[in-house]
């Protein structure tokens, strides 16, 4: 079965980096696209990013361009979200998900999410 | 940004109560319209994709309808289990964009 397990959340200062990863497993990892999604406490779900089966292509929501970088590593099954210049307003549950095709926007599958706040 | 508008925010229904959940998109996004259910400290699921297709698994009362600019959501008898809150989001472009939500609770 598709499983999705994030790591790397923790606390963190403003203005600093901090890495997640998720192993993906149950699936043939390098034919899917993978997504980022966050959820402030208490809020609704907040897009983040998509990377292509491929890694060939990414986009990213408008409020963290130029300081998140998604990526992939398909030999390894996992995919990254480095997230440098850290604000208080990411602090959110931060989501790896598996789109239903290599190249698309919609999501299938989820993981259970990863804490990350932004506390001085 | 594709904004989507989902109403209402919140509703607590009897079991065995038909609910109905509308989404609505700032443009033209035919069918390119997926519904998730998201239960209290889990990830969500999708429900619905292509506005009207029941996943593989998901029961039967769950239906979707809608094209263009107006989606809905219905369950057709509401089952305690079904005690959630359900999103809508657009698939059409980037930025992926999710409704606000809806909170499904138990009368």
């Known amino acids: 079965q598709v499983q999705l397990v994030e790591s790397g959340g923790g606390v963190v200062q403003p203005g600093r980096s901090l890495r997640l990863s998720c192993a993906a497993s149950g699936f043939t990892f390098s034919s899917y696209g993978m997504h980022w999604v966050r959820q402030a406490p208490g809020e609704g779900l907040d897009w983040v990013a998509v990377?292509?089966?491929?890694?060939?292509?990414?986009y990213y929501t408008d409020s963290v361009k130029g300081r998140f970088t998604i990526s992939r590593d398909n030999s390894k099954n996992t995919i990254y979200l480095q997230m440098n210049s850290l604000r208080a307003e990411d602090t959110a549950v931060y989501y790896c998900?598996?789109?239903?095709?290599?190249?698309?926007?919609?999501?299938?599958?989820w993981g259970q999410g990863t804490l990350v706040t932004v506390s001085s | 940004d594709i904004q989507m508008t989902q109403s209402p925010s919140s509703l607590s229904p009897s079991v065995g109560d038909r609910v109905t959940i509308t989404c609505r998109a700032s443009q033209n996004i035919n069918n390119y319209l997926n519904w998730y259910q998201q239960k209290p400290g889990k990830g969500p699921k999708l429900l619905i994709y292509a506005a009207s297709s029941l996943r593989s698994g998901v029961p039967s009362r769950f239906s979707g309808s809608g094209s263009g600019t107006d989606f809905t959501l219905t369950i057709s008898t509401l089952q305690p289990e079904d005690v959630a809150s359900y999103y809508c989001?657009?698939?059409?472009?980037?930025?992926?964009?999710f409704g606000q939500g809806t909170k499904v609770e138990i009368k």
């Open positions: 989001q657009q698939s059409y472009r980037t930025p992926v964009t």
């Open positions: 990377i292509w089966s491929d890694g060939s292509d990414k």
């Open positions: 998900a598996r789109d239903i095709a290599p190249s698309g926007l919609n999501i299938d599958y």
